[in-house]
């Protein structure tokens, strides 16, 4: 495990180069920080792999598919302080995969993964998901005035294809019409791509705010699957992007475990 570690720290500049050939190996991983105002080391198997890891940051976990991450801890920049793990996490061997280090319901830290859905798009449509992973209440989504996707809670998460457009959408409590606690503001769904709004931070402590991954090529016929390289936009306000939450998968029992979308 030690040379491991060792291979593994090495490779991080590479990845950075090689991000477009990592998009055409057997899995396409992205490590994101969700979780606002805390920056973190990652540790594996008791060594620092990724040091001063802050909010929005990513990191291409690709080249690392199929083995185990012993003793993933994440703790307080420049300290013994976990936030979360240790747990050993069984990197995938095929799939796009993000996993995310975010807040759940009750503001505890979590590390949470989730397999993109890159099947092909419609001509002509895009594709929205909208990922739970924040210290919030439960939500409806509104597209246009009408729920596109009720009772949402963290960390669960909803997508649809829609045609391609630009939609005027607003987050509210589940049932209620306000306090619209997200937007509203126009968000664009582009023809063959899958953006995915991720709502991370806390409510209660005024933090709740919003990443987003993009994957292209998903239009008829795509030539490729892109990317867990996808730029990560953070410090985004509440009111310049629109849809809420995610994710899932939770970490129980010391494991990591992988969760489908429903």
């Known amino acids: 495990m030690k040379k491991f570690i060792a291979v593994f720290a090495a490779t991080l500049m590479a990845l950075a180069i090689a991000a477009p050939a ?20 990652v540790i594996v198997d008791g060594e620092a792999v990724f040091e001063g890891f802050q909010f929005g940051d990513t ?24 936030v979360i793990g240790p747990v050993d996490f069984d990197v995938p061997a095929s799939g796009n995969y993000s996993v995310i280090a975010n807040l759940d319901a009750s503001g505890t830290p979590a590390l949470n993964a989730y397999e993109n859905d890159t099947s092909e798009i419609a001509a002509g449509n895009g594709r929205l998901v909208v990922r739970h992973a924040a210290a919030a209440p439960a939500v409806d989504v509104k597209a246009d005035g009408a729920v596109a996707f009720s009772n949402l809670s963290n960390p669960n998460e909803a997508s649809a294809d829609l045609p391609a457009a630009s939609y005027s959408v607003e987050v509210v409590p589940t049932g209620a019409d306000e306090p619209v606690v997200i937007g509203p503001a126009d968000i664009a769904v582009t023809d ?3 953006l995915i709004v991720y709502a991370v931070g806390s409510l209660d402590d005024e933090t709740l705010t919003v990443l987003t991954q993009s994957i292209t090529g998903l239009g008829a016929a795509p030539a490729a699957v892109s990317t867990g390289n996808s730029p990560i936009d953070s410090g985004i306000s509440m009111t ?4 809420v939450m995610i994710i899932a998968t939770v970490v129980a029992g010391g494991s990591l475990v992988l969760a489908r979308k429903f």
Not at 22 to 41: E, K, N, R, W
Request: aromatic share 0%; proline share 2%.
């Open 22 to 41: 990592m998009a055409q190996s057997a899995a396409t991983i992205t490590l994101i920080h969700g979780i606002p105002d805390a920056d973190v080391d």
């Open 59 to 82: 990191q291409d976990l690709s080249a690392l598919a199929g083995a185990t991450l012993t003793g993933l801890t994440v703790v307080l920049a420049g300290t013994d302080t976990a």
């Open 192 to 194: 063959g791509e899958s």
């Open 240 to 243: 310049a992007v629109a849809s």
